[in-house]
């Protein structure tokens, strides 16, 4: 039988939870101060008082009542439930800011895709955890990272990619346990950007040369003693690709030309390294993780095609920001969503204006005041020293989850407590960043801060259960399953 452990709740992950939620409240409040809601119910404050209210009673009853053997048990079933949710919503649900993610529940409306997350975190953990003895395999890391790429799906279907982004999180639990290393994690980063680059230019010789050098100098770093065939291979590589790529839709169909441009590739570098090695499968895996850079040049491009007017303009403005500066703010969108929101920030100055002192949001020239922008908020009124505190507040969080984590005996609660890291860390960077204009904007809430009861129950929920886990910190759950 699975007991209790003789450890205390952790008091000061409560207490910085508690103070960064009555942050929260505090700027949500500041931010819709000069609304006049037709009553309490029209409150936006209010709402997310009651969802705050709500959320921590759960939590509460989660820490107490629920044991980790049956949440880790139960958890396929957790996030089988919340998949199905996610595709339902994207069928049948209503959409905001073009994304399909919302459905209505007694008049309270529901986004299914953040307890995807909560989910979603249990289930990579609980995977890694059963595995945990060969957790360096690739077979074990594909595994994991199923139900990571079906819940990154079932969001992209409902048009949300700033939620489906921040899957992406799951990387940093990954690399932490082994499941990807530096190198992996390197072409991770690569493909991430030259994903985005491209989605805004066409494929061209110049951009396959510029890869090829930074996978040549990538790859010089791990294979020291194969410099030439590594060197041939890389310059045939691009140049196959490119050339039947060129020759695509003369002599034969434009989605033939990677595939051709690739296999001639492979044939010219299997006789360029087979009389010098035998382990072809490495340089073969190599070879493919090269290739895939040049053909995500020629792919992203038309994916970019296929993306909502809004979501075209946010990578616009950030590749090309002087190219909305004179278009109107009706034509302008999240350019001058972004210049107000800078201008509210720097307005803000060392001590701010004051609480409910500001104007630009009071004003409505802040967009998403009490969402994607209320960063602005506490910048604007209580300016750097109220940035310092957020910041302070969020770092004391990450620090103690980590140090929970750290703890635990448990691989599923030492994944699970990363994974919560991580999510919380995109968020929060991801939102900030995006307001200062220092990142796309991809509209995601700051965690506790933005208005939204779906985010803060799920949050929540997420940190009572780090909370629970460390109640077990001795008990090696996922042995006893």
């Known amino acids: 039988m699975l007991k209790k452990q003789d450890t205390k709740i952790n008091i000061a992950l409560i207490l910085v939870y508690l103070a960064i939620v009555i942050f929260g409240l505090m700027a949500l409040y500041s931010a819709n101060s000069a609304e006049t809601p037709g009553s309490i119910f029209e409150s936006r404050f209010y709402k997310q008082l009651a969802w705050v209210i709500i959320s921590i009673t759960l939590g509460v009853l989660l820490i107490f009542l629920v044991k980790p053997f049956d949440l880790f048990s139960d958890t396929p079933i957790l996030y089988l439930v919340f998949l199905v949710l996610t595709l339902g919503v994207a ?57 990571v790429v079906l819940a990154m799906g079932a969001i992209i279907l409902q048009g949300d990619m700033g939620t489906a982004l921040v899957f992406l999180s799951f ?110 499968l490495t340089y073969l895996l190599i070879f493919g993780l090269g290739s895939m850079l040049f053909a995500i040049v020629v792919i992203s ?43 509210s920030i720097s307005a803000g100055g060392i001590k701010g204006r004051g609480y409910l002192k500001g104007t630009h949001n009071k004003l409505k020239y802040v967009p998403a005041k009490d969402t994607d922008y209320i960063f602005c908020t506490v910048a604007e009124e209580l300016g750097f020293i109220g940035n310092l505190v957020l910041f302070t507040l969020f770092t004391l969080l990450f620090v103690i989850i980590i140090n929970i984590a750290e703890k635990q005996q448990s691989v599923f609660s030492q994944v699970y407590a990363y994974s919560v890291v991580g999510i919380l860390f995109f968020h929060y960077g991801i939102n900030i960043g995006s307001t200062l204009g220092l990142l796309p904007v991809i509209g995601i809430p700051l965690p506790f801060f933005s208005y939204g009861g779906s985010a803060t129950m799920s949050f929540t929920l997420m940190l009572a259960t780090v909370l629970m886990l460390d109640n077990y910190r001795n008990v090696h759950i996922e042995d006893i399953f």
């Open 301 to 343: 491009p038309k994916l970019y095609s296929t993306l909502q007017p809004h979501q075209k303009q946010r990578i616009e403005y950030f590749i090309h920001p002087k190219s909305l500066e004179n278009i109107s703010s009706a034509e302008q969108g999240v350019g001058y969503n972004i210049v107000q929101a800078q201008l």
């Open 91 to 147: 069928v049948f649900g209503f959409a905001v800011h073009g994304a399909k993610s919302w459905i209505r529940i007694a008049g309270f409306s529901i986004q299914p895709s953040e307890f995807l997350k909560y989910a979603t975190a249990l289930y990579f953990a609980r995977i890694v955890a059963l595995k945990k003895d060969s957790v360096t395999n690739l077979g074990t890391m594909i595994l994991a990272f199923i139900p």
């Open 171 to 280: 990387l940093i639990p990954a690399y932490r346990f082994g499941l990807i290393n530096s190198y992996t994690a390197i072409y991770v980063i690569l493909y991430g950007v030259f994903f985005f680059v491209s989605l805004r230019y066409p494929a061209s010789i110049v951009v396959h040369l510029i890869l090829g050098i930074i996978y040549i100098i990538s790859m010089l770093t791990v294979e020291q003693k194969f410099k030439k065939q590594i060197l041939l291979s890389l310059v045939i590589t691009p140049i196959a690709v490119h050339f039947f790529n060129v020759l695509g839709g003369v002599i034969f169909p434009v989605y033939l030309a990677i595939p051709i441009g690739l296999i001639l590739g492979t044939i010219i570098f299997l006789i360029i390294i087979y009389a010098k090695t035998t382990n072809i």
